[in-house]
């Protein structure tokens, strides 16, 4: 199993950055597939980006590609989302998810674990 904690979240204006964190606990996360997604009030849940156990691909949802980098650094248990010119459809809240397996999967129902979520709020 494996804990996962959400991090860095906050209030930015339009075109600002942001850098979320999500640590997690457990000594095999370098076999997990992590994944980032976010919901916002009244929507289902969004894939945002995905990485796969090495960090070696990466993969992105339309509406954040070209803006947002997923990265992880395995000796850190640790995934990162690095968010640049937000825009004020990115608020939501934002969660991060792995899936012990080896195929990069872009739905939620294919992830295992969940963090709690950090909130993110673009102001216009």
């Known amino acids: 199993q494996v804990q996962l904690v959400e991090s860095g979240g906050g209030l930015v204006q339009a075109g600002g950055s942001l850098r979320l964190s999500c640590a997690a606990s457990?000594?095999?996360?370098?076999?997990?597939?992590m994944g980032w997604f976010r919901q916002a009030p009244g929507k289902e849940r969004e894939f945002v980006g995905a990485?796969?156990?090495?960090?070696?691909?990466?993969y992105y949802g339309d509406s954040v590609k070209g803006r947002f980098t997923i990265s992880r650094d395995n000796a850190k248990n640790a995934v990162y989302l690095t968010m640049n010119r937000l825009k004020p459809e990115d608020t939501a809240v934002y969660y991060c998810?792995?899936?012990?397996?080896?195929?990069?999967?872009?739905?939620?129902?294919?992830?295992?674990?969940w963090g709690q979520g950090t909130q993110v709020t673009v102001s216009s």
């Open positions: 998810a792995g899936d012990p397996g080896v195929i990069v999967y872009t739905t939620p129902a294919r992830y295992d674990y």
């Open positions: 990485i796969s156990r090495s960090g070696g691909s990466t």
């Open positions: 457990g000594r095999t996360f370098s076999s997990y597939v």
